[in-house]
């Protein structure tokens, strides 16, 4: 199949014109997604939601030596139940170890995190302790399991092992990982160059005065919000007007200096929609169109090369703002992860039980916005979050998934189960940690 225009459509609309399925453009537009970004070192202060360009193994174990879980006294775990009293031999405080050997009948007294003392293989909480002079009485030591409350060294993490994949994205828990083993930077790869622009004549930037039939530009702001979440070096190119000369020279400039270039607007059939006429005098279309409410007239395909010989790929997401989030996280979120190099992600999805009807058409896949919630019995259910219109984002807002409606259903009936996209922060399938 040539990259040139391709039409390759599954679905057919009313007006007989045929339509990719959504697995389709996602494999389409996954399969463009290829080579990888140069590394970098990167303070761990700075490293969140970075990805990791380099294996890690433990030089150490963690923790590196074995040490009291608990505040009290070490001893030795074979006289426990034999007697009940032991003489207190010195202390081992965390950050200032006895440096001595625990003698037979003898306890160190010992705080949480302290190495424990050689010869010692048991600490009892300093609860079921009575300090009497230089004695310690455990009057239960027959409780006492024999070597409890003791953390062994590299429990955590042991010395030579894989710590963390090249490909992991670093979460917070990640980045205490690399910290525990006192790293001070990782080897992260370089940001992905990202460059936005909304069109249209009507839109209007906020902060202007909005003209009398304009409306403020909101699509450029979601995007760059969406993928600074996602850490990408964003270039906000500002609102284009419907005008082909202008959108052709701008999206060629931005083409140059990134690797993707995102569009809100002109990619359906009116008059004004020049965006995708631009894509194809200026690159290749793999794709227009998609069998997907909302976001159909989605456009992909590339710009050529960039200045850094990089196919400069492109998305014209369709100008209603839900169809631009919606497009974005089911399409572009994936293809920006595999681009920044993570290897792990896969969105989330869920079975859940619908509490009411939902319409819908078949031979596409519909998305509406929804609001899951969790029975007493454990069960998912979920309901619209109301009005599905592609231009009222107030339903993103309100909704905590998206439910999808597959191609083969026209109708959900309350009760039916359906799939849906659970959204951390303002991803669906984003990692719920
Ligand atoms: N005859 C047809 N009309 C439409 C079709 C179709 O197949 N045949 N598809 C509809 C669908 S579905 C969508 S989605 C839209 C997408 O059209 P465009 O991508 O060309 O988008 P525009 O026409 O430029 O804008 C659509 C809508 O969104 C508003 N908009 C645009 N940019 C912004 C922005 N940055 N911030 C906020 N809102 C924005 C714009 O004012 C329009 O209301 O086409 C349907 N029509
Ligand atoms: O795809 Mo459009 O987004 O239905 O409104």
Same mark, same amino acid.
């Given at each position: ?78 006289? &426990? ?24 009948? =003898?306890?160190?007294?010992? !705080? ?38 003791? /953390? ?8 030579? *092992? ?15 990982? @690399? ?17 936005? #622009?909304? !069109?249209?004549?009507?839109? =209007? ?7 009398? *039939? ?5 699509? /450029?702001? !979601?995007?760059? *919000? ?32 990134? /690797? &993707? ?25 793999? #794709? ?14 590339? @710009?050529? &090369? ?22 974005? =996280? &089911? ?11 993570? !290897? ?90």
């Amino acid at each position: 199949m040539s990259n040139k225009d391709i039409s390759c459509f599954d679905s057919v609309t009313p007006q007989g014109n045929r339509h990719l399925k959504l697995e389709e453009g996602a494999r389409l537009i996954m399969s463009m997604a290829l080579g990888h970004l140069p590394s970098c070192d990167c303070p761990l202060s700075e490293a969140l939601g970075r990805v990791l360009s380099k294996d890690i193994t433990a030089p150490f174990n963690v923790p590196q030596n074995v040490n009291a879980a608990m505040d009290g006294f070490a001893l030795k775990g074979d006289e &426990l139940g034999a007697q009940s009293e032991w003489d207190v031999q010195g202390q081992s405080l965390a950050g200032r170890a006895f440096d001595g050997l625990l003698q037979p009948g =003898c306890a160190v007294k010992i !705080t949480t995190g302290a190495p424990m003392p050689l010869g010692a293989d048991t600490v009892v909480m300093q609860e079921m302790c009575e300090l009497r002079g230089t004695r310690v009485v455990i009057a239960d030591s027959v409780a006492v399991r024999p070597g409890s409350n003791v /953390r062994q060294a590299g429990e955590d993490i042991a010395v030579d *092992s894989l710590v963390l994949q090249r490909g992991q994205r670093l979460g917070p828990i990640e980045i205490g990982m @690399l910290a525990s083993l006192g790293l001070h930077q990782a080897s992260v790869y370089k940001p992905l160059k990202v460059a936005v #622009f909304s !069109t249209g004549d009507e839109v =209007c930037a906020p902060g202007e005065e909005l003209h009398p *039939s304009g409306i403020y530009d909101t699509n /450029r702001y !979601t995007l760059f *919000s969406v993928l600074k979440g996602l850490e990408c070096e964003v270039e906000d190119l500002g609102i284009l007007p419907d005008d082909k000369a202008s959108i052709e020279q701008a999206l060629q400039q931005a083409a140059q200096r990134n /690797r &993707l270039v995102l569009t809100s607007g002109g990619v359906s059939v009116g008059e004004a929609d020049f965006v995708k006429q631009a894509l194809s005098s200026l690159g290749n279309t793999s #794709f227009w169109q998609l069998a997907i409410r909302p976001g159909r007239p989605i456009a992909f395909g590339d @710009l050529g &090369l960039n200045q850094d010989g990089e196919l400069c790929l492109f998305a014209g997401l369709p100008g209603n703002p839900v169809a631009v989030m919606v497009t974005f =996280c &089911l399409l572009l979120q994936p293809l920006i992860r595999k681009l920044q190099g993570e !290897t792990e992600w896969v969105g989330l999805t869920w079975q859940a039980r619908a509490t009411e009807p939902m319409k819908s058409r078949t031979g596409r896949s519909d998305f509406h916005r929804g609001i899951f919630t969790i029975t007493e019995g454990g069960e998912l259910e979920v309901r619209t979050t109301g009005h599905q219109g592609s231009g009222i984002l107030t339903s993103m807002h309100e909704a905590n998934c998206l439910i999808r409606i597959e191609e083969d259903r026209d109708r959900i009936e309350a009760g039916d189960r359906v799939r849906i996209y659970p959204f951390s922060r303002w991803l669906p399938g984003y990692p719920l940690v």
